[in-house]
Structure formats: structure tokens, C-alpha cells
């Protein structure tokens, strides 16, 4: 984690918690899910896939940022 600049961990971490957000809002419950014609949920479906690429672009020029943001224990891929 030494090796990565500070301020990319901060956008890696700030572009995680965006997803997290845009993401409850869209979730089944939310109200947007019930109405495609919602008011916003067009905004928001954008404003995720804007966080999504910026994530993957992120993860792309500094790999070792996933490996960070994995759970204690995880076992995975």
C-alpha cells in the first residue's frame, strides 16, 4: 500500500463509495426500480457506469488497489 500515491487510494476509495450510493439508490426498494420513466433514474443509472469505468480504470493502472479493498480472509479469485 506504500507504493500506491495517496491520492489514488483516496479516488479509488471515493469511486467505491459513489458505487455503493448510486447503487442503493437504484436498488429494488428504492422506488426508482418500479417506474423506468422515473425522474433520475436515468441520471443515475449514467452517473454509476461514469463511477464503474472510472473504477475499472483505476484498477487497470494500479492492480494492486483490488487486491487492498478485498476482505480479511477473502479466498477468492
Do not use: C
Not at 28 to 56: I, K, N, T, V, Y
Amino acid at each position: 500500500a506504500a507504493d500506491l500515491p495517496e491520492r489514488i487510494k483516496q479516488s479509488y476509495l471515493q469511486v467505491l463509495d459513489n458505487l455503493n450510493a448510486v447503487s442503493v439508490l437504484l436498488a429494488p426498494g428504492s422506488g426508482l426500480e418500479d417506474d423506468p420513466a422515473e425522474e433520475g433514474q436515468e441520471a443515475l443509472m449514467e452517473l454509476f457506469a461514469q463511477h464503474h469505468r472510472r473504477r475499472l480504470a483505476l484498477e487497470a493502472e494500479h492492480p494492486l488497489l483490488v487486491v487492498l479493498t478485498r476482505p480479511a480472509g477473502w479466498r477468492g479469485n
